[in-house]
């Protein structure tokens, strides 16, 4: 039998969109037709959360889009939700033209299966079809979720949609997007027993509060929301714009003790075949540091990331120990859950932990989480954290590219929340060492050799990994002949990928005939080294163009680096050096980036010297001023020909 939740009434009226109000808000738009594909005209979301913490909600959103790709990207509209936590049905899609307006019939919506790749889990897909668009066309879609968000319960719904921290409610709402929104309407009404905090982040709101029968509504409310302006290389959306955040939990301690409790009696159980394969795996080892590595490396190797539906709680407990060893496959948390256990089983101290790979977690107490890690808890009582999921073939035990990242470790006591050290570029280097011969003919002989560590090297040997040997060689193939096309390449040798006892290594030899424009006593010629480090794929910022306006965002890069060139090329001849003309030496020593980059004659050999380190992983906007300095002096310095007078 079913049943309707007192709150269905709120949720059915207080969405309500009506026409005369939807053009309203259309005059508004009309001043962003030319500048953008389309607009929001309103968003409203209407949240009741009940006393175990399941929200029931309503949604309403109005578009109007102004351009053919913003009718392209509009005809159809989706939602996406996972049946073991959530549902989702559409109750309303309307098209408004002109006067005229167009109810979608419900019977035309789509229900499907959302395709996927690497995480399996049965995440479902409603497509709403509007059908052929025109400029100026207003699409209105409303819909009702309930979970962790309809309204029509059975009795068995609310055990089954009850967050899995039950009692508890938070919610990270977006008030900003890449275009403009006119009007956005957040309204969540909450019984007495759920005492709610709220933070409204990179902005301001207006916020209201009034008492119901049951509890207390907050309602936040913003009009004519500016549009972000996408930057290149720009940090997560959620970090710059503007952010509501709501939760009903007081701290990240009891975050920390729930998340603790929730896993701890099921997830980390040693069993007889697990312990036997850890002191199997460790039997050779002479130190913690070594079992540490040998059991994080078996785990990130052996247990193949995809993630497969295996039961109740699906997303936030981690499966049992022995159900993963069985299996060999899990996604992150699983991965953490059985070297979680097998450090255990080692005589360690290791703890799950939650972090936000690619977005910063404020500090307030709501789920940003979208990945799971190792604690391991060190003699002196601070962690050292590991991640097999980021660490398959990868020499660290902690991947650089999660460096000053927030994390919550899950423990008894409770922990607050903390964040991963800084990874200096040195752990990180690229280390080109060129060795070149120009011939009387203008030919050059190059031999040039790459060493890599770190985050680097981790690149390079994912490069390798995804492809067949001949591939592999028409990688590299590839790669000097974007910087040479008229290369002879004699030999390309590499480290072994799937050796991680070593740092890899590529040493390249080629020719390139008619290196050097030749004139009457005068040559010219780039260096080789510079040439073929600009077209390295594993240095993509190396490319990076900045505006000469000032940065509004912070810039995202991959890892910390140092990039270091020492190359000698032998002329044939010993040169003029007072006639000679040879590239200024650029230096600078800026606080986001370092460069030294000088070029030499000495003798017959013409020296090129460079130092290259980015000192972080996410960078301030004030740090575009050391950027473009630094990258743009590399290319200056390569695109200034060393002029040879004999």
Known sequence: MKRIIPAVAILACGTVLGFGQVRDLSRQAQKYAQSFDHVILEETVDVNVRESGMSVRSETRAVQVFSVEGCRRHHTVSFFYD??????????????????????????????????????WPNIRVSIPFG?????????????????SYALLTDD???????????????????????????????????????IRYRFYNGEVQPALEFTEDGMRYTFTRSEIPALAREPHMVDIS?????????????????????????????????PEIQRKVDALTAACRSDAEKIDVLNHWVAHYVRYSGISMGEGEGFTLHPAAMIFRDRTGVCKDKAGLLITFLRAAG?????????????????????????????RREDGGFTMLDPTWVPWVREQWSSAEQEQQYLIGTTEGQDLMTTPYSPAENHYYRMDSRCRLTAD??????????????????????????????????????IRSAFPEAVIQSIDHGDAWDISRPMSVILKFTIPGFSLQGKRRWLLHSPGLALLLRDPLHPELAWEFGEEDRRYGIRSRCTKLITLDEVVRLPDTPAAAGSLLPDPVTH?????????????????????????????IYPPEAQLDLQTVFGGLRKVFRHPVEIVY
Request: aromatic share 10%; charged share 30%.
């Open 83 to 120: 049946p073991q936590t959530s549902h989702l049905e559409v109750t309303g899609a309307r098209r408004i033209r002109g006067d005229s307006e167009i109810e979608i019939p419900l019977s035309r919506v789509r229900t499907y299966p959302q395709p996927a790749r690497a995480i399996y």
């Open 132 to 148: 052929l668009l025109e400029p100026g066309d207003i699409i209105v879609t409303t819909c009702r979720r309930k979970g962790f």
């Open 157 to 195: 719904d609310e055990a089954r949609f009850t967050p899995p921290m039950a009692g508890h409610f938070y919610d990270i709402v977006p008030f900003q997007d890449f275009v403009p929104i006119l009007s956005k309407r957040y309204t969540v009404s909450l019984p007495r027993s759920c005492p």
């Open 239 to 271: 970090d710059v714009g503007m952010k509501l955040l709501v939760s009903t939990t007081p701290s990240w301690k009891e975050k920390s003790k729930w998340f603790h409790g929730v896993n701890e009696e099921v997830s980390f159980n040693i069993t």
């Open 348 to 376: 360690f101290d290791a703890y799950a932990a939650m972090t936000m790979a690619g977005a910063r977690i404020e500090d307030f107490p709501a789920d940003h989480f979208n990945h799971c890690v190792v604690a391991l």
């Open 442 to 479: 203008g030919d050059l002989r190059a031999e040039i050799r790459v060493d890599t560590e770190g985050q680097v090297d981790a690149r390079l040997r994912r490069t390798l990994h995804r492809d067949h040997d001949l591939e592999n060689e028409a990688f590299f193939r590839g790669w």
């Open 589 to 617: 020593a800026g606080r986001f980036a370092d460069l030294d980059l000088k070029v030499r004659l000495a003798g017959r050999n013409l020296h090129t010297h460079g130092r290259l380190v980015l000192k972080k992983r």
